[in-house]
């Protein structure tokens, strides 16, 4: 290593820490690695320097700190190049089209590092290159940056975010020209072109220059309005919503989402909802939530719930801290009911098909008319699809998937009027082209207002839609697991039931399995030529089984946590209302899929918290 610094005994290690060093002009860091070296802390060194971040579809997510696999300057600077590179070869046109960068409100003072300045050394980089970038002055929600790739006809989008991940982490999160999240090959494209850059350009550093570029310009004014301009198509009962005596809570919890959401139900001429204020101001530090997830429920939501107690609000909406999802509680007979992402996704769906059939009287219509949802998602848009005349489709999990399929309905003259996933992600409008929390709090806005007005509550009316559509209940939840062997051979063990090679299982417990879909290793058992229609994977796993009794089960790999999931739902038939006996039905079914699938006991596997 260089003179000043001793050996860790590790060449590997000294090499990538000497040529971190001869790269990193953030003195924070530098001094970070620095002292690691003169501590001989070889393991947290290790923990720095070991791997590189692996750039994915959903672009990377890392906790901010030092070393090559965490989120910093240099690592940003590194990915942006290697980014920028691609799509150079990607684009003849990208020095007039130009880019779009966005941020949240996250930071990291003990490494310097934060999405603000994450962004603008992103910018630097692009600028050094003679490619125009809308750098967004201001935070802004992730919607914006897939709204103002498709609004301006650029080349990419980024946005720097880790969603509701803990306050450690940071992300970078990448879209295509075509306003959707990238998919595979792009992934392996920018990883390449990475590695080929990884020494900062001599401009890479330079953001005052770049800042001051005629290159470099501010949408954040034209976007602002162009986007609460295009949300407003799907506004149907304006005047019901002036006259709204509805009363609804606001949080953003410590996110980007506050000032958004008051805009929305503005542009909806929706009342302004409460807005929680220990949370409505954006904070790094989340100070009042153990994590800044809405899907976690309760504790969440609690200082909201206290809100609406003291207001006599009904109704509880909250985006995650970059609001691109959402999720609502509702009081009901003095207690408050969170809703699933699944039931969200049936009163949205059902809200959003109502309004256009309203506007819709040409039969015909129906049949050019589409909504998606992912494979692990609940069915309920499949029979509204059924019964309604119009196409449902699947696609896998992830909104990068449903957002790329809609773009091709879209260019094919159909219409994509929904769209949504379990992890209370929705799509309700095709200007944004992936989950949209912001135009979703004023739809579901006016969807409670519209309700009020007929005296229904949102959970009534989610029975309604059930006892019309057929009842759909799900259960899903997650085993943790750190040990990839454990994983590997639980899976394994599914595929060669019996001890037979490339046999499944035909039951679990009493319950008889009609069908088995296994994306990993692209079988379908229900296709003529036991192919999957769906695109495969062999580097995650997922099996979906379904049963002789209307319930499909997955399970399945966390990409981004050690995690096993389950996602199980019964559909009953509509008339059957039974509801106990549905829930007892699917509670003794997934009983039997952790007891016989899983073996939690044999595979050490720790269950999700409480």
């Known amino acids: 290593m260089d003179n000043s610094l001793d050996s860790t005994g590790d060449s590997k290690l000294d090499q990538a820490v000497r040529q971190w060093l001869q790269y990193d002009r953030n003195p924070k860091t530098a001094s970070m690695v620095k002292e690691l070296v003169k501590d001989g802390a070889t393991e947290a060194l290790k923990k720095c320097f070991s791997s590189r971040m692996e750039f994915g579809t959903a672009g990377l997510r890392a906790a901010m700190g030092p070393g090559t696999s965490c989120m910093n300057d240099l690592t940003i600077i590194q990915t942006t190049q290697g980014f920028c590179c691609y799509l150079e070869q990607s684009f003849e046109n990208l020095k007039e089209r130009g880019v779009v960068i966005g941020y949240d409100a996250r930071a990291h003072p003990p490494s310097g590092g934060g999405s603000k300045r994450f962004a603008s050394l992103a910018a630097a980089v692009f600028i050094s290159r003679g490619v125009p970038v809308h750098l967004f002055s201001d935070i802004t929600p992730t919607p914006f940056v897939p709204f103002t790739v498709s609004h301006l006809g650029l080349c990419a989008g980024i946005m720097v975010t880790a969603s509701h991940n803990p306050k450690q982490d940071n992300g970078y999160k990448v879209y295509w020209e075509n306003g959707a999240q990238?998919?595979?090959?792009?992934?392996?494209?920018?990883?390449?072109?990475?590695?080929?850059?990884?020494?900062?350009?001599?401009?890479?550093?330079?953001?005052?220059?770049?800042?001051?570029?005629?290159?470099?310009?501010?949408?954040?004014?034209?976007?602002?309005?162009?986007?609460?301009?295009?949300?407003?198509?799907?506004?149907?009962?304006?005047?019901?919503?002036?006259?709204?005596?509805?009363?609804?809570?606001?949080?953003?919890?410590?996110?980007?989402?506050?000032?958004?959401?008051?805009?929305?139900?503005?542009?909806?001429?929706?009342?302004?909802?409460?807005?929680?204020?220990?949370?409505?101001?954006?904070?790094?530090?989340?100070?009042?939530?153990?994590?800044?997830?809405?899907?976690?429920?309760?504790?969440?939501?609690?200082?909201?719930?206290?809100?609406?107690?003291?207001?006599?609000?009904?109704?509880?909406?909250?985006?995650?801290?970059?609001?691109?999802?959402?999720?609502?509680?509702?009081?009901?007979?003095?207690?408050?009911?969170?809703?699933?992402?699944?039931?969200?996704?049936?009163?949205?769906?059902?809200?959003?098909?109502?309004?256009?059939?309203?506007?819709?009287?040409?039969?015909?219509?129906?049949?050019?008319?589409?909504?998606?949802?992912?494979?692990?998602?609940?069915?309920?848009?499949?029979?509204?699809?059924?019964?309604?005349?119009?196409?449902?489709?699947?696609?896998?999990?992830?909104?990068?998937?449903?957002?790329?399929?809609?773009?091709?309905?879209?260019?094919?003259?159909?219409?994509?009027?929904?769209?949504?996933?379990?992890?209370?992600?929705?799509?309700?409008?095709?200007?944004?082209?992936?989950?949209?929390?912001?135009?979703?709090?004023?739809?579901?806005?006016?969807?409670?207002?519209?309700?009020?007005?007929?005296?229904?509550?949102?959970?009534?009316?989610?029975?309604?839609i059930y006892e019309e559509y057929g009842y759909h209940i799900s259960k899903n939840s997650y085993f943790i697991c750190h040990d990839q062997n454990v994983i590997r051979s639980l899976f394994e063990r599914l595929r060669n039931s019996g001890g037979q090679k490339d046999s499944y299982p035909t039951d679990c417990g009493r319950f008889s399995i009609s069908a088995v879909r296994d994306l990993t290793t692209g079988y379908d058992s229900n296709q003529p030529d036991k192919k999957a229609v769906l695109p495969t994977s062999s580097s995650s796993q997922m099996i979906t089984f379904s049963f002789s009794n209307g319930g499909v089960a997955t399970m399945r790999t966390s990409g981004t946590e050690p995690k096993i999931k389950y996602y199980t739902e019964l559909c009953a038939a509509p008339g059957n209302s039974d509801v106990t006996h549905l829930k007892k039905e699917l509670d003794d079914l997934v009983d039997a899929i952790v007891e016989n699938f899983f073996e939690p006991q044999k595979n050490k596997l720790q269950p999700k918290p409480e």
């Open 182 to 464: 990238i998919v595979s090959p792009h992934d392996k494209g920018i990883s390449k072109a990475i590695e080929e850059n990884l020494k900062p350009w001599p401009e890479s550093w330079n953001t005052e220059e770049a800042l001051k570029s005629a290159l470099m310009k501010d949408p954040y004014k034209d976007i602002h309005t162009q986007y609460f301009k295009a949300i407003q198509k799907h506004c149907h009962h304006r005047e019901i919503n002036k006259s709204s005596e509805v009363k609804i809570v606001h949080t953003s919890v410590h996110g980007v989402g506050h000032a958004f959401v008051q805009s929305a139900f503005k542009a909806f001429d929706l009342h302004p909802p409460y807005a929680v204020e220990e949370q409505k101001d954006p904070d790094p530090e989340f100070p009042t939530v153990k994590y800044p997830n809405p899907e976690e429920g309760e504790g969440v939501l609690t200082l909201s719930f206290a809100l609406a107690d003291k207001e006599g609000a009904s109704v509880v909406l909250a985006n995650d801290p970059d609001a691109d999802r959402l999720a609502m509680a509702e009081k009901q007979n003095g207690q408050w009911r969170v809703f699933t992402g699944n039931e969200l996704g049936a009163l949205l769906g059902w809200w959003v098909f109502r309004c256009w059939k309203e506007q819709n009287s040409d039969a015909a219509a129906v049949k050019n008319l589409y909504m998606l949802s992912s494979t692990v998602s609940s069915k309920i848009l499949r029979a509204i699809a059924l019964k309604e005349g119009f196409h449902f489709e699947e696609t896998l999990t992830g909104f990068k998937w449903m957002g790329n399929r809609a773009k091709d309905l879209l260019d094919q003259g159909k219409t994509v009027l929904f769209a949504f996933e379990e992890a209370i992600g929705y799509m309700c409008s095709p200007s944004v082209l992936d989950k949209d929390g912001v135009s979703a709090a004023a739809i579901a806005g006016e969807m409670i207002s519209y309700l009020a007005t007929k005296n229904i509550s949102v959970s009534h009316q989610l029975t309604t």
